[in-house]
């Protein structure tokens, strides 16, 4: 595709979704209502690991409004010798999630749920359930539950022979790190910590669900994923899909912590015992308790180099803390956290430890920001032990096309070393640095992801376009994807209406996450639009009497080409639409794929802290970011989603953490004491975007969303090192931690 | 759930024998951003309100003939802020009402139910302590008046009897050369909850510190006076010396605990440094004044 003379693709056009979200008309899922409706609770466990002996419902189903009770008996059992795997999630973990089965694994975790009346009957209800616990010794912190004494989650886990805590290892190699190690001049080992962090989406999980008599299921949900909503739930109710109709909502923010499900199939269970519509809303404090946040880490790197800079080795261990569950990003962290760079020998190895704290989700480029944030914390004080420049040293290593990674991948032709010049060149990383301030910088790398993806795309009669994808939106897919099919189709933008089908509606599609949809989606639109070109083309060559291959199609009209040029007048979109009963029927086409391709994301970041020694305060003045987007549809949204990686990066290596208290519970289950950003905290976050088309993709597109929160972890320790001269090793750096360390300097 | 009943009387005793009748089942709702926070999560459950917006003498503000200033007790932080004078004597005690919430949060709260709800880390209460206010309480057995750091008994609890509503508060009248600040410590840049809080009020002449009166908040189960911080600021002319011997004292007073807020040791050496800092700022002022 012609990239200087693109009308559409590469504009800031207006997002078809922005009006009704600013005036407040868009629908979520806790806006949908149905006549008849009624309000499910869950119960939740007050103890952090405790036996269910038995559940006494009796009371609260005596309760007068109550309509349906829940428990663990009416969701399906996957036994845990048999895994049963769907995308990221594994059923036999799944079904123990969204309600306790033998156990209870957290503080939070539901052992039952009511449908009643109302939200204070349904409620009144949950305290009349009697639940006999036998109270078991819990473990919350990665180092604890790895000790051999530790109290043991799942009697069924094994490693290395023994009952254990950790659910699962992975290993990358490449080379022979020993080998490597001895062949280098310098050589720097550190561990590092970092603790959980929550997606913080502004949006609660919510559900509609209605149950009909017939045994057809509707589900309006806050999801990533429709097809995903359909299957668990299908999967954990015994429903078929084909009676599962999944209607994705208007979705208030995910991160990827809405790749799975949690309210679901407890309210179809309700709804079908009670024959009403049943609505689910958590609280934020159940969504602080009980859904996904992302692993603490334990982590240590060891890098090896020669005296030029010429990296020749490189190690890291990697734990990750599961929560009650197995499942932990490990492949994140130990993938992705050597893989921007062109290194000999590596070996990378991540553990999935698990503990009495709620089950971990997907968290953007789940995984990736621990590795780095050890590495690139590493890279830095190997430049300075090197006495070389942090971003020359970077960019002396910087993969390559050709280059093999550990995690397996040759990489095709990438922008990374594109991201490191830029950040060289940039006036940001040249400016004066004002007292206590300093500068840091980083880079990361994520996978993206291709996948199934379905388009439809239908000509309406008077001449306008409507595009159907199966993913719901949540970083602007719906302007970029209209773009792409204004320029194809060579009409106003304003002429095709985007929206998201739900699983009836439109084919499989996998869900929003990886960094992946507007690849995918791009690719299948892209092709479906072809299709109706051609048929376009058909009609006209039908209309003029001459070959369909001596029409062309250009700037949303049918012109005669060749020897015909010129023959006939033009034939617009609209005149054709308008002719298409007469000349074939309706026009429109759809395309189903499983795209591949999606190559990696690639990032490189510049940040300026400035630090209040006596108060321990941390801010970040400047920030710039540079991306290579391959080819950036709707530069705004790609904007965006780098801004908004770095603003959670931010929140995570300066305030955001779980706290918890002496009985295993969660201390700060709220926006208040658990500290996400403000926007008075940030600066403005200057984005650089780069862009070297992905070979695989027909715009070039490659993912965005996720490496954007990669760096800033190392980034801004790196920066708090330069302002200081004293490095943390792990975060957050929250204003007692610094002060007490540079207490412990003055001391 | 239980009904709740709503009253909004016009008038004081209205009020008082509304509250005293509820025996304890009663909440006063000022702005409500405590009261309606804490009646969602469950934590209070009452069965009446008595909504004293209502009322004209607690919502009023009066500058005294003497240069005084009286506040209702349910005047929000906004009404304040746009009173002409008060920000000009009291820029102190208006930056920590001001400090609560956000701009939606200043439309709704108080001063009153900023000291009411006894929280700890409550920022009006310091700067109102360092300024000497006092406050006029009524009940079932008539009015009295007390200082403000008479009210908190300890975290969510008053000395306030059964029956008794806060009424307003009383700032008393500024010697030439006044000047006051309240610089609180928190861990965002807005939105958030006092780590330390730091009131300090002074006043100077050519240079020397002729009153000074020190207050902390989150530092303990109340708000402190500190008397020796003051002591050691009278009589100097704020040479470091003078500021690290108040430093110490505001630190040697300090009783906090360690919990998800911060430790004890940060607390206590932030009281300091907030100390120090407070009083530059109020200097200055002063010296304008
Ligand atoms: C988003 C948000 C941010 C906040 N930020 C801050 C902050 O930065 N700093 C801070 O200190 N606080 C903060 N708060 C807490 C709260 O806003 C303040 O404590 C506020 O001053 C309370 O005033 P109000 O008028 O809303 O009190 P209400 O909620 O109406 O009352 C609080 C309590 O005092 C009682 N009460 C009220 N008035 C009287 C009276 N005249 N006599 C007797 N009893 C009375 C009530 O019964 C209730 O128990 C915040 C709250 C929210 C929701």
Redesign the pocket.
């Known amino acids: 595709m012609n990239v200087v003379s693109n009308k559409w693709i590469g504009q800031r056009t207006i997002r078809p979704d922005g009006a009704d979200k600013v005036t407040g008309r868009a629908a979520y899922a806790a806006d949908a209502t149905m006549p008849g409706m009624i309000w499910g609770k869950i119960l939740r466990s007050p103890h952090p690991h405790a036996r269910i002996r038995s559940i006494d419902t009796s009371k609260a189903e005596a309760l007068p409004g109550v309509k349906a009770v829940v428990t663990a008996k009416d969701i399906v059992d996957f036994p845990v010798d048999t895994p049963v795997p769907l995308g990221i999630q594994d059923m036999r973990w799944m079904c123990r999630n969204v309600m306790a089965r033998e156990k209870a694994l957290f503080h939070g975790h539901p052992v039952a749920a009511v449908a009643a009346t109302t939200e204070e009957i349904a409620a009144e209800a949950c305290r009349l359930i009697e639940v006999d616990y036998e109270v078991l010794p819990w473990v919350i912190e990665i180092e604890d539950a790895i000790r051999p004494d530790a109290p043991i989650l799942h009697d069924f886990l094994r490693f290395e022979g023994r009952p254990s805590n950790i659910a699962g290892k992975l290993e990358h190699r490449l080379g022979d790190v020993e080998a490597g190690f001895a062949e280098a001049d310098v050589v720097i080992e550190r561990s590092f910590a970092t603790r959980p962090v929550h997606q913080g989406y502004i949006e609660p999980h919510a559900c509609l669900v209605s149950v009909a008599p017939d045994g057809k299921t509707t589900i309006w949900s806050s999801s990533q994923g429709q097809f995903m909503v359909r299957a668990m739930t299908s999967l954990l109710t015994g429903i078929p899909q084909s009676d599962i109709r999944a209607i994705p909502a208007e979705i208030g923010g995910g991160f990827g912590g809405k790749t799975i499900i949690y309210l679901e199939p407890v309210a179809v269970m309700l709804s079908k015992k009670s024959g009403r519509p049943v609505k689910m809303v958590m609280t934020r404090e159940e969504v602080m308790r009980a859904t996904g946040p992302t692993s603490a880490s334990r982590s240590t790197v060891k890098i090896g180099a020669r005296r030029d800079g010429r990296i020749v080795a490189a190690q890291g261990t990697f734990y990750l803390q599961a929560g009650a569950l197995p499942g932990s990003p490990i492949r994140g962290a130990a993938g992705c956290a050597f893989a921007p760079y062109d290194i000999p020998n590596v070996h990378s190895v991540g553990y999935d430890v698990v503990s009495n704290r709620s089950k971990v989700a997907a968290y953007r480029a789940p995984g990736a920001p621990i590795g780095a944030y050890a590495v690139e914390c590493v890279l830095d004080e190997l430049a300075e032990a090197l006495g070389m420049d942090p971003l020359e040293l970077r960019l002396k290593n910087a993969a390559r096309q050709g280059t093999k990674a550990a995690h397996g991948p040759v990489y095709p032709r990438i922008g990374f070393a594109e991201t490191i010049e830029a950040a060289l060149a940039h006036p940001h990383y040249k400016a004066p640095l004002g007292k206590r301030q300093g500068r840091g910088v980083a880079c990361g790398f994520w996978f993206n992801a291709g996948g199934e993806s379905s388009a439809q795309v239908n000509v309406t009669e008077d001449g306008n376009v409507v595009v159907t994808t199966g993913h719901p939106d949540i970083g602007g897919s719906r302007a970029s994807i209209a773009n792409i099919t204004a320029e194809l189709l060579g009409i106003d933008y304003r002429r095709v209406s985007v929206l998201i089908g739900d699983t009836a509606t439109i084919g499989y599609s996998n869900l929003t996450g990886g960094s992946r949809v507007l690849f995918a989606s791009a690719t299948v639109v892209t092709q479906s639009v072809e299709k109706v070109i051609t048929q376009l083309r058909e009609r006209a060559a039908k209309i003029w009497g001459i070959d369909p291959d001596a029409v062309k199609w250009e700037d949303g009209q049918a012109l005669p080409a060749g020897d015909n040029a010129g023959r006939f007048p033009p034939l617009t979109l609209k005149q054709l639409a308008a002719k298409a009963s007469e000349t074939g029927g309706p026009i429109g086409a759809g395309v189903q794929l499983n795209t591949t391709g999606a190559e990696g994301g690639f990032a490189t970041h510049i940040c300026d802290v400035e630090v209040d020694p006596e108060l321990g305060i941390v801010r970040v003045v400047r920030y710039t970011a540079f991306q290579d987007a391959g080819r950036a549809i709707h530069p705004g949204y790609v904007e965006g989603q780098m801004q908004g990686g770095v603003a959670q990066g931010i929140g995570w290596a300066l305030s955001e953490e779980y706290v918890y208290d002496r009985q295993g519970r969660v201390d700060n289950a709220s926006f208040?004491d658990y500290r996400m950003p403000v926007c008075s905290d940030l600066p403005m976050i200057d984005t650089v975007i780069i862009e070297v088309p992905n070979p695989k993709h027909p715009q070039g597109v490659r993912g965005v969303g996720e490496v954007p929160i990669v760096p800033p972890l190392a980034a801004i320790s790196n920066a708090v090192y330069n302002a200081l001269g004293r490095r943390f090793y792990s975060l957050p750096m929250s204003p007692p931690k610094v002060l007490a360390t540079l207490e412990g300097a003055a001391a | 759930m239980a009904d709740i009943q709503y009253l909004a009387p016009r008038t004081l005793d209205e009020a008082v024998g509304a509250y005293a009748a509820a025996a304890g089942a009663a909440?006063?709702?000022?702005?409500?951003?405590?009261?309606?926070?804490?009646m969602r999560s469950g934590a209070?459950r009452?069965g009446v309100i008595i909504d004293?917006k209502k009322i004209a003498e607690?919502t009023r503000i009066e500058e005294t003939p003497d240069g005084g200033f009286r506040i209702g007790?349910?005047v929000?932080?906004a009404a304040l802020a746009e009173h002409p004078r008060f920000g000009k004597v009291w820029p102190g005690v208006l930056e920590a009402?001001n400090?609560?919430?956000?701009k939606?949060?200043q439309g709704?709260?108080?001063?009153?139910?900023?000291?009411?709800?006894?929280?700890p880390?409550?920022?009006?209460?310091p700067a109102l302590v360092a300024a000497g206010a006092t406050v006029t309480?009524q009940g079932p057995n008539g009015r009295r008046e007390m200082p403000v750091e008479a009210v908190p008994a300890g975290p969510g609890r008053?000395s306030?009897a059964p029956g008794?509503?806060?009424?307003r508060f009383t700032l008393p009248p500024r010697p030439a050369g006044s000047g006051d600040a309240y610089l609180?410590m928190?861990p965002r840049t807005?939105?958030?909850?006092?780590v330390v809080g730091c009131g300090v009020n002074l006043t100077l002449r050519d240079g020397a510190v002729t009153a000074a009166r020190v207050s902390l908040g989150a530092v303990a189960p109340t708000v402190l006076l500190v008397e020796d911080a003051a002591k050691a600021l009278i009589g100097s002319r704020l040479e470091e010396a003078a500021l690290e011997a108040a430093a110490a004292a505001c630190r040697a007073a300090c009783r906090p605990i360690n919990d998800k807020r911060g430790t004890i040791a940060y607390r206590t050496r932030v009281a300091g440094v907030l100390l120090k800092r407070a009083a530059a700022i109020a200097a200055e002022r002063a010296g304008r004044a």
């Open positions: 208040l | 909440r006063i709702l000022a702005g409500g951003t405590d009261l309606l926070v804490q209070v009452p004293i607690l007790a349910a929000t932080g009402v400090l609560i919430g956000s939606q949060v709704r709260a108080s001063p009153g139910g900023n000291l009411c709800n006894a929280s880390a409550a920022d009006s209460v309480v008053t306030l008794e509503i806060v009424v609180r928190i807005e939105m958030d909850i006092a």
